[in-house]
């Protein structure tokens, strides 16, 4: 009796997962290449940014729309280019580095109002 009992529990504690056995089925099965950030999340509540060289744009997939006043809005990273960041019209940028315009304190002219994106901060037509 008591040798059916050892065999028994050997099995279920050694037939169980091990870290390594999870990590490996978590990665397979999320099938995200993480040296390309195209289409990788970002925003949202966190505000998760995007790499070097790649913007957040508004997800299409989802019902938020931060035009029609939807706070915290996830988005997709996406390659920036010179139309995307810092070619906006009308939009004039007091620094291109998002992290930095966090402890920035300016001023618009009349008829700008400020504005704050991926590209960086600025004063923009209202």
């Known amino acids: 009796?008591?040798?059916s009992v050892l065999v028994v529990g050997a099995a279920l504690v050694g037939g169980g997962c091990g870290?390594?056995?999870?990590?490996?089925a978590g990665n397979a099965t999320q099938g995200v290449d993480?040296?390309?950030?195209?289409g990788r999340f970002c925003g949202g509540l966190a505000a998760i940014p995007c790499p070097s060289g790649y913007i957040c744009v508004d997800d299409p997939a989802d019902t938020c729309d931060p035009a029609q006043g939807g706070r915290d809005c996830s988005g997709r990273c996406t390659a920036a280019t010179a139309a995307t960041c810092g070619d906006e019209?009308?939009?004039h940028y007091v620094l291109t580095d998002p992290a930095r315009c966090q402890g920035?304190?300016?001023k618009c002219a009349t008829g700008l109002t400020a504005f704050f994106n991926d590209c960086g901060c600025g004063c923009g037509p209202e």
């Open 104 to 106: 920035v304190l300016f």
């Open 89 to 91: 019209p009308g939009d």
């Open 34 to 38: 993480e040296s390309d950030p195209e």
């Open 1 to 3: 009796m008591l040798w």
């Open 19 to 24: 870290p390594s056995d999870a990590m490996e």
